[in-house]
């Protein structure tokens, strides 16, 4: 069974930042993209960042240019990512997904592919 599990997720001031990682089971992340996603009590889940496999592309939303990174560790087959300056409106519960395609492409923002899913960790940026 194909699965992921985030982790990292915490209570942060306004400008700090945080490290999510997320830790595939049955599986190898260099063959798939992946994909951080995350939602905000009543709002739809959004598309965070994605990184194509065997180092093509990666894609982010606009709320977090500059802000966020991205990442593979490949030594321990995890998918990071590195959020800093981080701002209030970017409290969610963070999910971690693997793509059915190994290209980030336009459509990278449908959950729809991306048939693995993790059950999420809580960030909270307030003051």
């Known amino acids: 069974q194909l699965q992921v599990v985030e982790s990292g997720g915490d209570l942060v001031h306004p400008g700090g930042s945080l490290r999510l990682s997320c830790a595939p089971s049955?599986?190898?992340?260099?063959?798939?993209?992946m994909g951080w996603f995350r939602q905000a009590p009543g709002k739809e889940r959004e598309g965070v960042a994605c990184?194509?496999?065997?180092?093509?592309?990666?894609q982010y939303a606009d709320s977090v240019k500059g802000r966020f990174t991205i990442s593979r560790d490949n030594t321990n087959n995890a998918l990071l990512l590195q959020m800093n300056d981080l701002k209030p409106e970017d409290t969610a519960t963070y999910y971690c997904?693997?793509?059915?395609?190994?290209?980030?492409?336009?459509?990278?923002?449908?959950?729809?592919?991306?048939?693995?899913w993790g059950q999420g960790t809580q960030v909270t940026v307030s003051s």
């Open positions: 997904a693997a793509s059915r395609y190994t290209f980030c492409g336009t459509t990278w923002r449908e959950v729809g592919n991306f048939p693995v």
């Open positions: 049955g599986f190898t992340l260099d063959r798939y993209s």
């Open positions: 990184d194509s496999a065997e180092g093509g592309s990666t």
